[in-house]
């Protein structure tokens, strides 16, 4: 049997909000592997874990840079909200987007060797952390160069989008980009959905229905039933466009509606901070820590 470490157990609890003694079952029966015990739990019906937001933490902003058929989303992180309404900050943020545009580095560890002015990015960002006090960190970016349209849409500075679309006009790419923003799908299309991913889905579904009791005969249409609610719930073009006012009319019906063979052909969507864990500050040892 695999040795399972408190961190283990503790980290787990935190992601899916179960009790300590499930927590450790549920590693215990998965060997240890962590994504393998938030399925168990998940299949017990005991996580919460697929609506957990609260593992959203960083600050900084989602900047952009749109110009003709080419688009660019990039996030830059600071510690704190306070820095990232620094004008030094904000310019930095959108310098970085403009660059990526313009030079399309293959990574963040090439853009950080690109020059901005008489400098490379990497010694900016450092001349900006010595100003400021706090750590700075580009985080990732995203590139589209199209022979179709591009759209982008910020709501604020913590979440953007951008759309590559065919066919249709500024204003369906604009709605599209805003609906993204509003309902985060994850996947374009039924189709672009991976194997591994419905095959984990159609398990845990599964598991759900044995775990209530279902009869056998029932469980394969419990299964397919959950599997269209993922698919209406995940996939862009299968959810309910956000401003039809009937709630009927799904993202794949307002492309027909716009004629001309219109399409979206691939997005991106940044929440700042998504996925990464705030650091939670213990006052008392930070203080401790400093008279030693």
């Given at each position: 049997m695999a040795t399972i470490s408190a961190s283990a157990v503790k980290?787990?609890?935190?992601?899916?909000g179960v009790g300590m003694m499930d927590a450790k079952k549920a590693l215990e029966e998965a060997g240890g592997d962590f994504e393998k015990a938030v399925d168990i739990l998940r299949k017990k019906g005991l996580s919460a874990a697929a609506k957990k937001a609260d593992r959203v933490a960083s600050e900084g902003m989602i900047a952009f840079s749109s110009s003709g058929r080419t688009g660019v989303l990039a996030e830059v992180n600071s510690e704190t909200d306070f820095v990232s309404k620094?004008?030094?900050?904000?310019?930095?943020?959108k310098s970085v987007a403009e660059l990526v545009s313009t030079q399309n580095p293959a990574d963040v560890a090439a853009l950080s060797q690109l020059m901005l002015g008489n400098e490379s990015v990497e010694a900016r960002r450092q001349t900006l952390v010595q100003k400021i006090g706090e750590n700075i960190a580009i985080r990732r970016f995203e590139r589209y160069e199209t022979d179709g349209s591009i759209a982008v849409y910020l709501h604020?500075?913590?979440?953007?989008?951008?759309?590559?679309?065919?066919?249709?006009?500024?204003?369906?790419?604009?709605d599209i980009a805003m609906h993204i923003a509003a309902a985060n799908p994850q996947h374009l299309s039924r189709e672009s959905v991976p194997a591994e991913t419905i095959a984990r889905e159609r398990a845990v579904?599964?598991?759900q229905a044995k775990e209530s009791g279902k009869p056998a005969a029932v469980i394969g249409k419990i299964i397919d039933g959950k599997m269209e609610k993922f698919y209406t719930d995940f996939c862009l073009l299968e959810q309910v466009y956000i401003k039809?006012?009937?709630g009927k009319l799904k993202v794949k019906d307002l492309l027909k509606k716009a004629g001309g063979n219109?399409?979206?052909?691939?997005?991106?969507r940044y929440q700042l901070g998504e996925g990464i864990e705030k650091k939670k500050a213990n006052f008392a040892e930070e203080v401790a820590a400093q008279l030693k």
């Open positions: 980290d787990l609890r935190e992601k899916t620094n004008p030094e900050f904000q310019q930095f943020a604020g500075t913590r979440i953007g989008v951008m759309v590559d679309y065919a066919g249709g006009d500024e204003q369906l790419g604009k579904y599964e598991g039809d006012p009937d219109a399409a979206v052909r691939r997005f991106v």
